[in-house]
């Protein structure tokens, strides 16, 4: 039982535009959420977060947006450029624990 | 600092040898992590260390599977038998506090045939 998804395991965005990648969760005890991102033969690296008092988190390219009724999450990435190109991996946490839930990642690719 | 340090990055086995994992964390953390990523079932988490004490071992699939933290910079994965369906990427991460941001190692890749 996935309590973190990532339903599109691919996305492939144009340089310039706007990425948006989603993630959903199950459990309504999650209360911290994070994107990580990873390149290839690299461990994931943090790449911004949200706590679930508030519903938007921006860091320059990158902003997540929370909806807690809908119990999803999305990252946006505006412009979208080629470095970008990765595997994102949104993470939960519960009752401000270390334990993090992954979810299965989405793969990113921006053309030139 | 170096980073989370893991060995060997890459491993390649016979079904029924024993395998060994190694990672030392970033200096001065007090919580380590094991994790396993998959095509299947993405990144999912073995055990956990706080001070070098085991906090949460329900991920670890089974009981081939077992992990020690001797001191405080360094910990071992050991899996034994090792069986094909535990071939996989293996990712140590550590942190500091009760902080969510993990710092992960570059991973093992481990592949028994």
């Known amino acids: 039982d996935q309590q973190v998804k990532q339903n599109s395991p691919s996305l492939s965005v144009q340089e310039g535009r706007i990425s948006i990648l989603n993630c959903d969760y199950t459990?309504?005890?999650?209360?911290?959420f994070l994107w990580y991102k990873k390149y290839p033969a690299e461990g994931p690296t943090f790449l911004i977060s949200?706590?679930?008092?508030?519903d938007k988190n921006e860091d320059g390219r990158f902003t997540v947006f929370l909806n807690k009724s809908a119990k999803h999450l999305s990252l946006h990435i505006v412009p979208s450029q080629p470095g970008d190109s990765a595997v994102y991996f949104c993470?939960?946490?519960?009752?401000?624990?270390?334990?993090?839930?992954f979810g299965g990642g989405t793969r990113l690719m921006v053309k030139p | 600092d170096a980073g989370v340090i893991q060995s060997p990055r890459h491993e390649v086995t016979e079904m029924g040898q024993e395998v060994t994992l190694r990672c030392k964390p970033i200096?001065?953390?007090?919580?380590l992590f094991w994790y396993r990523q998959t095509m299947m079932r993405g990144l999912e988490l073995l055990i956990y260390?706080?001070?070098?004490?085991?906090?949460?071992d329900s991920g670890m699939p089974e009981d081939r599977f077992s992990a020690k933290m001797p001191n405080a910079s360094f910990s071992t994965l050991k899996i034994q038998p090792s069986e094909p369906r535990d071939s996989a990427v293996y990712f140590c991460?550590?942190?500091?506090?009760?902080?969510?941001?993990?710092?992960f190692g570059p991973g093992t890749r481990l592949t028994v045939t």
């Open positions: 459990n309504s005890m999650f209360d911290y």
């Open positions: 949200i706590s679930s008092i508030k």
């Open positions: 993470a939960a946490s519960a009752n401000a624990g270390n334990m993090l839930t």
């Open positions: 200096s001065g953390h007090d919580y």
């Open positions: 260390f706080n001070n070098n004490v085991p906090i949460d």
């Open positions: 991460a550590s942190s500091y506090g009760v902080n969510y941001e993990q710092y």
